[in-house]
């Protein structure tokens, strides 16, 4: 689907049951006994191409919206369920081995020991990326994720935000991405940027037109030669679990290590 679909939503006059406890919050608030219409989220376009990124705090109406976008999506699809949490991540990819590894490691699910664990051993954070890895290896044209990487550390999500954007636009798949994060703006340079605060009032603006993606963090990196102290301070995280426990003592021996 492409073009530009006006959304908007309200709540009708409310129907539910007056039992005594709606009764005494209505006496308590000094609420109407019969309340009226009321707007939850304004009109705002929304472009059916490129990435939406919709940014607003829990209850503003990111849900509300992503909802009438689905139903006016047909081939939209969402987070899969994994029908086999007892098997390894790497049995969950239906490609070869190397194509799996290189692919998981787009979503940062490329450790060794993590590739043999069971999903359901994973955490939520962990979970939540090999989900995204299955709906993207299926190829979809359109996306709809709410709460858009929302359990997860705020460095990874931007990384996993910033590789998930290249791969859209390089298979021209469109995304609409919902959170109450707006730290992750910069990562994905959207298309289009929806903002929806706690009134329901929404901006729309076009990002992208003058930003391309960045992840800052990137900028702190440091890529130098190592020296012994530095392989003794990390060799604890090895995946070789003799090489985790046999760092080097000297710079010689480092050396030796290297080049064996």
Not at 31 to 44: E, G
Request: hydrophobic letters at 40%; proline letters at 6%; one cysteine or more.
């Amino acid at each position: 689907m492409t073009g530009t679909t006006c959304y908007s939503r309200i709540i009708p006059p409310s129907d539910v049951e007056r039992s005594v406890r709606v009764n005494a919050i209505h006496k308590l608030f000094g609420l109407a006994p019969n309340l009226s219409v009321t707007r939850i989220l304004d009109q705002v376009d929304i472009p059916h191409q490129g990435i939406t990124l919709i940014v607003g705090p829990s209850g503003a109406g990111k849900s509300t919206l992503l909802d009438l976008i689905a139903k006016d999506t047909a081939d939209a699809r969402s987070l899969p369920i994994v029908p086999s949490p007892d098997k390894a991540v790497i049995d969950l990819v239906d490609m070869g081995v190397p194509e799996s590894i290189q692919w998981l490691g787009r979503f940062g699910l490329g450790e060794a020991r993590l590739l043999t664990t069971p999903y359901c051993h994973l955490s939520d954070g962990q979970k939540i990326r090999v989900r995204l890895a299955l709906l993207m290896v299926g190829r979809p044209s359109c996306i709809i994720l709410d709460e858009f990487l929302s359990v997860l550390d705020r460095l990874t999500a931007k990384l996993v935000s910033f590789n998930l954007q290249k791969m859209c636009r390089q298979a021209n798949v469109t995304a609409f991405l919902a959170t109450a994060h707006e730290d992750l703006t910069e990562a994905i340079a959207p298309d289009h940027l929806i903002t929806i605060d706690l009134g329901g009032s929404v901006t729309a603006s076009r990002f992208r037109a003058s930003a391309e993606p960045y992840v800052k963090e990137l900028d702190e990196v440091l890529i130098d030669k190592g020296t012994p102290d530095d392989y003794r301070s990390l060799a604890r995280f090895h995946y070789i679990e003799h090489l985790s426990s046999e760092a080097p003592q000297t710079h010689a021996s480092y050396c030796q290590m290297l080049c064996s």
